[in-house]
């Protein structure tokens, strides 16, 4: 599938994957849109900004990707080869992370 494809599947909840990507067991899952309250921030930075706004930070949804390593990157950035690629697929339920 092309990246617009894979981009409405990431929307519905599915983790999404490309053939061409070389580390294995690599996919991206978005982090939807949420409030998130002071009890559970942790970094001093995002707590100002809560304590500034009544107690609670207004999160945008964001595109996170698992890497090779198992490690989760919050704010991946397509390259032009992942925008252009037809090569994205979507992660079945029952198929296993490590692909």
């Given at each position: 599938?092309?990246?617009g494809t894979a981009l409405e599947a990431l929307k519905q909840g599915k983790k999404i994957t490309r053939a061409g990507w070389n580390g294995k067991g690599m996919y991206l899952f978005l982090l939807p849109a949420a409030t998130v309250p002071i009890a559970n921030i942790h970094t001093e930075p995002l707590r100002s900004i809560a304590e500034a706004n009544g107690g609670t930070v207004n999160c945008l949804p964001a595109i996170r990707m698992l890497t090779a390593d198992g490690k989760v990157l919050t704010g991946w950035l397509a390259s032009q080869s992942d925008?252009?690629?037809?090569?994205?697929?979507?992660?079945d339920e029952t198929e296993k992370e490590d692909l």
């Open positions: 599938m092309n990246f925008l252009l690629a037809e090569d994205w697929r979507a992660l």
